[in-house]
């Protein structure tokens, strides 16, 4: 696809369930964020990706939170025990060779019961 | 903790009129300078990129830094009701060691263009 691509696009669950969130990103962009945004609020940074590079895992919220990339490319973010609190849009962004110049999916809506 | 501070607004303004949205950022390491702009239930996406001292014009947008200051702007001259929206300012780290920063977001400043 031509853009950055997010599943589920919404996802309802009860509380102390797991999710899993994937990001396709767009192919030949070597930099994969994600970052959450709950209503009405600005941009949180929870991971970041690049390359073959240790990922910059300082913004995850809890060790409930992680995040893989397989081969470079696709990624998935998980978060453990879910809690209301969690609720928000989690945004997938990816970018080539300027740091900074991202291109977003349209985001995954969850919402915990 | 690194910090990117923004006007929530609203912003209000006559069409017509020139919009300016102002934000300023902690990090004197900080060399790279952006404007998102984001849509009511739709993600980000980029308008503008800057890097040096000065002013960048595109089309309507013009971007506006000034590092001593530690302080970016945007304005949007003949503001359209299209262009209603909230802007995000980001700021990519300074990159200390080698490792690349990381890009944070202000809260964003929503604008609403008033026919």
């Known amino acids: 696809g031509a853009g950055v691509s997010q599943s589920p696009s919404n996802k309802v669950t009860e509380k102390g369930k797991d999710v899993e969130l994937r990001c396709d990103p767009i192919s030949g962009h070597t930099a994969l964020y994600w970052y959450r945004q709950s209503l009405g609020q600005g941009l949180e940074f929870l991971i970041y990706?690049?390359?073959?590079?240790?990922?910059?895992k300082s913004g995850l919220p809890s060790d409930r939170f992680s995040a893989e990339r397989t081969g470079g490319s696709v990624s998935t973010l998980t978060i453990q025990r879910t809690q209301q609190e969690d609720s928000a849009v989690y945004l997938c962004?990816?970018?080539?060779?300027?740091?900074?110049?991202?291109?977003f999916g349209e985001g995954s809506r969850l919402t915990v019961l | 903790q690194k910090e990117v501070e923004q006007n929530s607004g609203p912003l209000s303004v006559p069409e017509g009129a020139i919009a300016s949205l102002n934000c300023t950022y902690s990090?004197?390491?900080?060399?790279?300078f952006f404007w998102y702009r984001q849509y009511s239930g739709k993600s980000p996406e980029l308008i503008m990129s800057i890097y040096s001292n000065g002013d960048k014009e595109d089309g309507r947008f013009t971007a506006q830094l000034n590092k001593a200051s530690q302080y970016v702007s945007l304005l949007i001259r003949d503001s359209q009701p299209s262009d209603s929206a909230t802007y995000l300012c980001a700021v990519l780290e300074g990159i200390y060691g080698g490792s690349q920063g990381n890009l944070i977001f202000g809260k964003g400043t929503k604008l609403s263009v008033k026919p």
């Open positions: 962004a990816s970018s080539v060779r300027l740091a900074g110049e991202l291109f």
């Open positions: 990090d004197r390491g900080s060399q790279s």
């Open positions: 990706f690049q390359g073959n590079s240790a990922p910059d």
